[in-house]
């Protein structure tokens, strides 16, 4: 009985689970079975080597490096200057173990000295000589000066050591980036977003502005009707529309190609107009342009140069008439910026009625708008059901723009940062919805909201570095399962504000995942499926795994920007996901 | 530079001897996360202390020495204990400890057989030491993860650390036969 007993607690022992009285109880009974203790002995020896082998925080390395550190120490506290270290980076190591975020190979600490001897010679400890006389004051310092606590630095999940090769390089086929848009109407417009890159192509819209800044250096601002085609990162052809160009000296050469003309931009500002029946207007508002007459190769006999102030109608059959300058006409950068502030005021109020409408929408568990609290910079405000006040804990996040100028959002940059929340219930079916800018894909799993540990029943809603947008659930000790998209993300949606949802709907046992509004995957629920969810305690942006005192949880930090973040108790159908995404569309 | 051999020294003696004294300073009842910062000091004080080691002697039977000496000062001193896992289990192991010197019972641990040796257990032993030792998961964690009770996790990790002692064992013997070193 005792014997069972005394197994039990050693095994426990083992699982660093037992408490300072059950230590107590298991000294007991070691004293009465003193055989036990070499098996305890074994036992733990093994545990050692075993965590050492696993376990990166303790690899050789790692170790020599806070050895040599504390030697370092040592020698400095007993003025011992004349030290010798292979590494400068030694000398000053002062052991703040700062995560270096881009490198998760070096936790912040001194690397060992140079003298990583591989080649393993029988030490000839004879030879040792005095080095330094120094380390006499280290146990006494120990307590004081080198007793560093063990911090929990994180690393990631199974950092990428690799570096890029080109080969792993994406692929850029953009030729121009859009900067901005208003009011485009128009079935081809309809997914552009600012900030999207531009590969070569054809675009056509009924009406609205765009503005594109092409990789050469020229920025165009076109209104439609219209239709571009655009060539490369220096030549686009106006087949209809208006556009206004400008050309800083970098970008000389650009070339924009009308129905009845090619015009060659030598440094300046000019608008080029084609109506629908093909005539083509060049207005010069500042510096020099050429025209040629088309497909002719840029024939010199058929150049001509137009000058600030000049403007020029050529017909379908190349007539060239003067006429007067319209600059009125062709919309700056500057104007569209204006409209499009004056758009997004619209668009933020909008969004705004929708956003108290929700306040008593009985589905809902949780919905943090990401507005600053004028007095609690702290605190994210958010409200649970029947419009109760729920707040989240911000840690470490900055405040920074949102969807729009005057919207606030949330910025996740470094490992720590997080909100943590605890929203109660549970519940059959779950709708997720965010608004999202991501910045970067750094970790293996990157968090948008994840309930602590992961327990089942409490889903964990991340985006994987291949892009995909996943929905964990365990649905059983047994059975945990990823519902996920195809990649949704690639380097050129990096930047751009995303609205995301998924739909747990536990009636139709399916996982939807929609983006911008769109339904992009749909799947089955595993067969285990069953039983109600909880989310209790989560963190956003984030992953805590809970308290153990050996390791720390993995990193899972988002590196980006969270504008909205809703959940639903139910299901929400693609009306619904549709219209909030529509409604809170920058 | 006469100088820059001595980090040498040290270093060489870190990486001959670390994994051992380690291991061997867990067995005191050092608490887990301490374990790397007793040993730490064993190797600061061993350097100071170089001059009066005998060359002679077995130099990880003086490492050990030197680990047992710092855990009795540990259970001296009331603000230091926070590194022992417990006051009285720490004074049984080194009692224990103390009797082995005399009969010299300690096994050495290598890198090569310790892989070795993890390397070939089952997968689902394996998963269950990669999951306890290097994702830090205890028994429930585990339990939960692979459809188990936490007495069986537990159960499982006793027999697979038995079962990598005795795999150790046999290869430093037969190492040790193979180069035609007989051990006693």
């Known amino acids: 009985m005792a014997d069972s007993q005394l197994d039990e607690l050693i095994e426990r022992l083992l699982d660093d689970e037992l408490s300072p009285a059950e230590v107590d109880e298991l000294v007991g009974l070691l004293r009465d079975h003193p055989h036990k203790i070499g098996d305890l002995r074994s036992h733990l020896e093994i545990a050692d080597l075993l965590s050492q082998y696993e376990d990166p925080y303790r690899d050789l390395d790692r170790f020599k490096a806070a050895l040599q550190t504390r030697q370092d120490a040592a020698a400095d506290r007993d003025g011992f200057v004349n030290r010798v270290v292979a590494s400068a980076k030694n000398a000053s190591a002062s052991d703040d173990r700062l995560l270096c975020d881009t490198n998760e190979a070096q936790i912040g600490m001194p690397q060992a000295s140079g003298a990583r001897n591989s080649v393993a010679r029988v030490p000839a400890l004879v030879a040792w000589t005095g080095w330094f006389a120094a380390a006499t004051a280290i146990l006494l310092l120990a307590g004081v000066l080198l007793h560093e606590e063990t911090t929990t630095v994180e690393i990631s999940e199974r950092p990428n050591f690799v570096s890029p090769t080109e080969a792993d390089d994406p692929d850029d086929l953009g030729v121009a980036v859009l900067t901005q848009a208003s009011q485009l109407v128009g079935k081809e417009v309809a997914d552009l977003i600012p900030g999207q890159t531009i590969p070569p192509g054809t675009i056509a819209w009924e009406s609205g502005l765009i503005q594109l800044e092409f990789y050469g250096g020229a920025t165009v601002v076109a209104q439609g009707p219209a239709k571009l085609e655009i060539l490369d990162a220096s030549r686009v052809v106006c087949h209809s529309g208006r556009l206004r160009a400008n050309v800083p000296e970098p970008a000389r ?69 003067p006429i007067d300058v319209r600059n009125q006409d062709f919309v700056t950068p500057g104007r569209l910026h204006e409209l499009t502030n004056a758009r997004n005021r619209e668009q933020q109020r909008d969004w705004q009625e929708f956003r108290d409408s929700l306040r008593s929408d009985p589905r809902v568990v949780a919905y943090f708008p990401f507005d600053r609290s004028p007095t609690e910079d702290r605190t994210l405000d958010g409200y649970g059901s029947d419009g109760s006040r729920l707040v989240g804990a911000i840690v470490g996040c900055e405040w920074s723009e949102g969807r729009w100028p005057d919207k606030a959002a949330l910025q996740f940059k470094r490992p720590g940062d997080r909100v943590r929340i605890q929203l109660p219930g549970e519940y059959d079916s779950l709708t997720y919805s965010t608004w999202l800018r991501v910045d970067g894909l750094d970790r293996r799993f990157n968090s948008l909201l994840l309930t602590d540990g992961f327990p089942v029943n409490a889903p964990h809603w991340q985006i994987r570095q291949d892009g995909r947008l996943i929905l964990g659930v365990s649905h059983s000790p047994k059975a945990s399962r990823d519902y996920m998209t195809e990649p949704v993300f690639d380097v050129f949606r990096l930047g751009q504000w995303v609205h995301l949802a998924t739909v747990y709907d536990a009636s139709e046992r399916r996982i939807d995942h929609y983006v911008n509004g769109e339904l992009h995957a749909r799947t089955s629920l595993h067969e285990k499926a069953e039983g109600k969810l909880r989310i209790g305690d989560a963190t956003i942006g984030n992953w805590y795994r809970g308290s153990n005192r050996f390791h720390p949880t993995k990193v899972r930090n988002l590196n980006g920007c969270m504008d909205e973040l809703i959940v639903f108790g139910d299901v929400l159908g693609e009306a619904e996901i549709q219209k909030i995404y529509d409604v809170g569309k920058p | 530079m006469q100088r820059a051999s001595d980090t040498d020294d040290l270093a060489e003696l870190v990486t001959n001897q670390h994994q051992q004294l380690r291991s061997f300073v867990r067995t005191l009842g050092v608490d887990a996360d301490w374990v790397d910062d007793v040993a730490q000091e064993v190797f600061l004080v061993a350097w100071r202390e170089r001059k009066s080691f005998d060359a002679d002697r077995d130099i990880g039977k003086w490492l050990r020495g030197i680990a047992r000496n710092l855990v009795r000062n540990e259970l001296r001193k009331q603000s230091r204990q926070k590194r022992l896992l417990h006051e009285g289990l720490s004074e049984l192991l080194l009692k224990h400890s103390d009797a082995e010197v005399a009969s010299e019972e300690h096994f050495c641990a290598h890198g090569p057989e310790l892989r070795d040796c993890v390397e070939r257990l089952a997968p689902k032993s394996r998963r269950l030491v990669a999951g306890r030792y290097e994702d830090g998961w205890n028994a429930s964690d585990l339990a939960d993860h692979l459809g188990m009770t936490s007495a069986a996790v537990r159960q499982a990790l006793m027999r697979i650390r038995q079962q990598l002692k005795h795999c150790i064992e046999l290869r430093i013997a037969e190492a040790s036969q193979i180069d035609g070193r007989f051990t006693t």
């Not at chain 1, 001509?304 to 007539?319: K, P, S, T, Y």
């Open chain 1, 253 to 321: 050469g650009f070339a924009v190609l009308a129905p009845t003309l090619e015009l060659v931009d030598l440094g300046t500002e000019f608008g080029v107009d084609v109506s629908a029946n093909g005539q083509t207007e060049v207005h010069v508002f500042d510096g020099t342009v050429e025209i040629y007459e088309p497909q002719s190769n840029r024939n010199l006999s058929t150049r001509r140069e137009l000058n600030a102030g000049d403007a020029v109608a050529v017909g379908q059959g190349g007539e060239r008439l």
